[in-house]
């Protein structure tokens, strides 16, 4: 493909060439403001924002848009994160304007919003093969750290809280999983992968034992092979009074198909933002939902939604409840996104999508003259960009006109190319993606060093950015000074 | 490629450097490790009178590839932290032996520490 990403530049008064100011380098203004009813020590009297024009600002973030790159421009195979199109249709839902409740109405005037969050923790808990679902958490992590606490609550009602220090993760799970045991104050026993890319049986019977609280794992795993020893694996953990947790991180290949709770699994979170078309991070408000069986059900953070007797619904507090982690609704809107996307899916779209999935990822593995070295993958495959720096060789995709897929992760393949095109992708954008690999792959080491060269903006100083991190336009000014 | 390693200085399989004066022992990376970092963004760092014990992580190094431990090759008493690096971090990469010293233990250097010569057929 040929590509050209624009770029918008402006001379400064300083004869500095920048590209697209920011709004506060274009125009400012002062406001006063001058009787509050507020300590003096804790106000100012004026304030300067950034102040311009509606066009203006329209054309800046418009600008901003055309010089970046997202999953509206194209194919986005960052493999393990599920950057799937969402399609527009949950926004309009989102939307909607009964959507904007207060947190705090009662719930005899906020019956609709229960409902659907009723649905959505029934819809939630039949995929996942879990008997109750908490719709609070509100991210992806959250959701792994409210899934501990979770287990924590278990062990310490059954008096085994003080011998249960232990949370056993593989060496090639998500950073997330490692963070997690470690902020819920968990010591992290980490076992390494078998030869096979799958868990070692063998090596996790030594990591398991009197002291493990829970296990964390997913699967299909971070190289997308399914994890065959599963019911072995739940065994073993359930024998030694562990807990099994999964990571919905790769739930898109199982969609409809098989479903943790069948394998054993105990606790789950969902990552509606990679599954259910909710957005990607950045920041914004999101929704991690967890899934747990029925012996955990009464641990659940406080609200959870159920049904009256009298077909009502209501908030409540469960049972043995191990706290808050976020509060009212949760993040309502996000959830109500997901709610829209499984209904207009259905049974039968939901398997399709996890059958695209692994179809998607298959045929496009299959074009790539790269090695691919475990197999056999689902949604998403690591290949080997062989003596090339893995990095650099996603640098020269970049000039096709693609987002390259995750780089050098898992460590269990060198010069990692982790990709999952997901569901989303047409085959004509599959073949678009197999030229983009094809394209670097031939460029010499002299050549990916140059890329990329059709970018707004090519090497990122990274190094700078991290070191003098400027969170804010009004470090800027500071820096300026 | 070759890495500067002083001979008088002492090395440890995890890439850690020693040098001994009047009983304290100063401790960095070494030239390699920074290298194999890349640029260093951030340092964590060990207060004055922390107790280490050999193997005990005491600091932590992040680059823009990676995030690492470094692990105490002896057990003492941490005397000196070298604070400057939490605002300079880039000194580790500039002058590993130098400004980029970690920190001061009050302790002894023990037999199976390294010295130049065998750390530089380690990492060849």
Redesign the interface.
């Known amino acids: 493909m040929n590509y050209r990403q624009a770029r918008w530049e402006r001379e400064t008064d300083d004869g500095e060439t920048v590209a697209e100011p920011l709004l506060s380098e274009k125009g400012t203004e002062t406001v006063t403001h001058e009787a509050s009813s507020l300590p003096d020590d804790l106000t100012r009297d004026e304030l300067t924002l950034p102040e311009l024009s509606e066009p203006e600002v329209a054309g800046h973030y418009t600008r901003l848009s055309q010089m970046t790159y997202s999953i509206e421009h194209g194919p986005y195979p960052l493999g393990s994160c599920t950057m799937k199109y969402n399609p527009k249709f949950t926004e309009d839902v989102a939307a909607i304007d009964d959507g904007a409740i207060h947190p705090d109405r009662p719930d005899e005037f906020a019956q609709g919003t229960l409902e659907l969050l009723y649905g959505l923790q029934a819809f939630l808990a039949d995929v996942g093969g879990m008997d109750e679902v908490t719709l609070q958490p509100p991210a992806g992590a959250a959701g792994e750290f409210t899934g501990l606490q979770v287990a924590k609550a278990y062990h310490r009602a059954n008096g085994e809280h003080e011998q249960r220090r232990e949370v056993v993760v593989p060496a090639s799970a998500h950073g997330t999983n490692f963070a997690t045991a470690a902020l819920a104050g968990y010591d992290v026993v980490e076992f390494p992968a078998g030869e096979d890319g799958r868990v070692n049986v063998e090596a996790l019977e030594d990591a398991v034992g009197d002291a493990t609280a829970a296990l964390m794992l997913t699967n299909p795993n971070t190289i997308g092979l399914f994890e065959r020893d599963i019911e072995e694996i739940a065994d073993l953990v359930h024998d030694a009074g562990g807990l099994l947790y999964y990571d919905g991180a790769n739930l898109n290949a199982l969609l409809g198909r098989a479903r943790p709770g069948d394998m054993g699994f105990d606790i789950m979170h969902y990552n509606v933002h990679k599954t259910f078309a909710s957005p990607h991070g950045g920041g914004g408000p999101g929704a991690g939902p967890i899934g747990v069986v029925d012996d955990l059900a009464a641990f659940l953070p406080d609200p959870h939604v159920r049904e009256t007797d009298d077909g009502e619904y209501e908030l409540y507090e469960p049972e043995n409840s191990f706290g808050k982690v976020h509060g009212f609704h949760g993040n309502w809107l996000v959830l109500l996104k997901t709610y829209a996307y499984i209904s207009r899916l259905g049974d039968s779209g939901l398997k399709d999508t996890s059958a695209m999935a692994v179809l998607n990822a298959n045929y496009l593995a299959s074009q790539l003259d790269l090695e691919i070295p475990y197999g056999p993958f689902h949604h998403e495959f690591v290949a080997s960009a062989g003596d090339t720096d893995a990095a650099e060789f996603a640098k020269g995709m970049l000039d096709e006109g693609v987002h390259p897929p995750t780089t050098k992760w898992p460590a269990i393949v060198d010069e990692a190319l982790m990709t999952e095109p997901t569901e989303a992708l047409s085959k004509d954008q599959l073949d678009l993606l197999a030229d983009a690999f094809a394209a670097a792959g031939q460029k010499s080491d002299e050549e990916l060093a140059a890329a990329p060269e059709t970018t707004a903006a090519a090497r990122i100083d990274?190094?700078s950015a991290?070191?003098n991190p400027r969170l804010s336009w009004r470090d800027l000014e500071v820096a300026d000074d | 490629m070759s890495f500067d390693i002083p001979d008088d200085l002492y090395y440890t399989e995890s890439h850690e450097w020693l040098a001994e004066s009047d009983g304290t022992v100063r401790i960095g990376i070494s030239d390699f490790a920074q290298d194999e970092l890349g640029?260093i963004?951030?340092v964590e760092l060990p207060a004055e009178g922390d107790d280490l014990d050999v193997g005990d992580a005491f600091a932590t190094v992040e680059s823009?590839k990676a995030v690492s431990d470094v692990y105490a090759p002896i057990s003492g008493t941490v005397t000196a932290a070298n604070d400057a690096l939490l605002d300079a971090?880039?000194a580790i990469n500039e002058d590993p032996y130098g400004d980029g010293w970690l920190l001061e233990l009050d302790g002894d250097l023990t037999d199976d520490l390294l010295d130049a010569d065998d750390y530089a057929a380690q990492i060849e």
């Open positions: 990274q190094t991290a070191r | 640029d963004v951030f823009i971090p880039e």
